[in-house]
């Protein structure tokens, strides 16, 4: 298969900015309309973080299952069809936020958003990082991951800050509108990828596959590339792959501090220091400009030069410290100087993708890069 340039995934990188946007503006937005519905007039609320976590267990689960699924159909249907449903499903709860937001509606919304995500929580940002391995060689892999990561941060910018300056309610029908742009869009210029086997072999594969121009061997060898790994398989897999292992044990630790850290963040923000929406936005602006210019400019000059795993380390070193000073807030300005620590912490994330999506094939990146590198408890 013919590699396309990063260049070449322009449309790719449009679609990922109009869903972020539209996902990422209503996020400094939530927890004040949550304190509302549920606890009006307050600014702590503790059946708010029970439902938050309760949500997000359901979802850490629901994934866990709908993953292996989605990445075997977007390998037999392509990455474009796979794309198009997760990007729908995602209107459907900022819609229902965009007609009311009394506490009916809220529990409509967080029954709707806690079903739809168990599709959508993190499958577009996997099957956007499967296209882009499907068409960018290894070499140039960890640098265009962090591109897109950069254009997701970009879209994290410019959905928060235009959060700051719109009511509530024109928000979320901004968001609505966006999120049915970015489907018409991708389904308009998103050309869609071609799965090469014969660019590398599959990890659970024990060889190189073999091309026959047999039909049945033909399509033993795709049922065999495009099934879903058994337990058995996973568990070889990490005993035979020392890196993959390692990879799935940092993102496992990460990821579960990285959950804890979101789940309850905004919440303690609220009740330790009053915050509400426009300091929410403030803070995630901060935090999304720092990240940008570190994945756009940053981490493609370094990853040449100082490798992967230096660059890992590096961010999780600075993601403790990020979390350490939160927990430590003693006045109202220490949040916005823990958000700076993203420069550095927004490291890690691409050099695990890029890790991981070199140590499996093409019919399995979608698999193995939401169950190691995405995977919420």
Known sequence: MEKL????????????FLHNFSTFMVIPAITDVTMTALCPGRDECSIAIYLTGFQQAIVGLGTLVMMPLVGNLSDKCGRKALL????????IPLGILAYSRTRNFF?????????????????VHCLALAYVADNVPEGR????????????S??????????????????????????????????????????DDNISAPL?????????????????ELQSSTALPSLPDIIALLKTSPTFSQAAIVAFFSNLADVGL???LLYYLKARFHFNKDQFADLMVISGVAGTISQLVLMPLLAPVLGEERLLSIGLLFGCAHMFFYGLAWSFWVPYAAAMFSIFFVFAQPCMRSIVSKQVGPSEQVIFLRGVLQFDL
């Open 5 to 16: 340039s990063p260049g070449g995934l322009s449309h790719l990188y449009m679609t990922i």
């Open 84 to 91: 198009t449903l997760p990007m729908i499903f995602t209107i």
């Open 107 to 123: 529990y409509a919304y967080f029954v709707a958003k806690t079903l739809t995500a168990m599709v959508c929580e993190g499958s």
């Open 141 to 152: 892999r960890a640098s265009t991951f962090g591109i897109l990561s950069g254009i997701s």
């Open 154 to 195: 970009s879209s994290f910018v410019c959905g928060t800050l235009f959060t700051r300056f719109v009511s509530t309610t024109s928000m979320f029908q901004v968001a609505t509108s966006v999120a049915a742009v970015a489907v018409m869009y991708m389904r308009i210029f998103l050309p869609d990828s071609i799965i």
């Open 204 to 220: 659970l594969s024990t060889e190189k596959p073999k091309v026959s121009n047999s039909d049945e061997n033909s399509n033993a």
């Open 262 to 264: 979101h789940a309850s």
